[in-house]
């Protein structure tokens, strides 16, 4: 997750979760578990409730798609979208998704926008690679 401010890459420390940061102590004044941006001190208290809420849609979109229940893990998964849009692996899902649903257009698109965002996405990649040879265009 990057700051909105200057664009620094905001990395939760191992072990804590979002709610606890990484600010490079060593040469930051901010403590260790400060939701602040480690370059220009922005607070990203919000960005990381916002981040935390697209984790929990996603997780429960994760749950009902194993219990089968693909709409209602499409709508999960949606609201995680519109929370944090360029996470890879919520479009991905969505993907796998649409595509359970005979959506295969959707399924493709948001198989693409998955390696927009992360090129080397192992469901993106494997799903496509499945898909274009069979494509009759």
Known sequence: MKCPVCGAIYR????????????????SPLPPHSPSCRRCKADLSDLITLHDQAIWYHRQALDLFSKKRYPEAA????????????????????????????????AIASWQQALKFDPKNAIACDCLGLIKPNLII
């Open 75 to 106: 709508m999960h998964n949606n609201q995680a979208l519109a929370l944090y849009y360029s996470h890879a692996d919520f479009h991905a899902l969505a993907g796998k998704l649409s595509a359970l649903q005979g959506e295969w257009r959707e």
């Open 12 to 27: 939760p420390t191992k072990g804590t979760g979002a709610q606890g940061g990484e600010t490079d102590s060593k040469i």
